[in-house]
């Protein structure tokens, strides 16, 4: 089924020789330079998630609450 990738996962299609959006537009067209959310929990504080921005392929943490974009991946 599909699932939300790990912070991992989800940086590993970033491109940091590009910008907005940080990634290859020709296997991922249309994608925003915004934040994407990941799987993967802050350690510290569980209310808290990392997430990418494709804007230049950082990542950061923000509470889970914050209306951010998706990009799901298939397999276990």
Known sequence: ???LPTVFELTTIA????N?????TDYFPNTIASYFWSFTSNAPDATYAWHVLFGNG???VSVK????YVRCVRGE
Not at 15 to 18: A, E, V
Not at 20 to 24: E, G, K, V
């Open 1 to 3: 089924g599909w699932r």
């Open 65 to 68: 609450t914050s209306a951010y």
């Open 20 to 24: 907005s959006p940080a990634l290859s």
């Open 15 to 18: 491109d940091f020789g590009t």
């Open 58 to 60: 950082g990542t950061n």
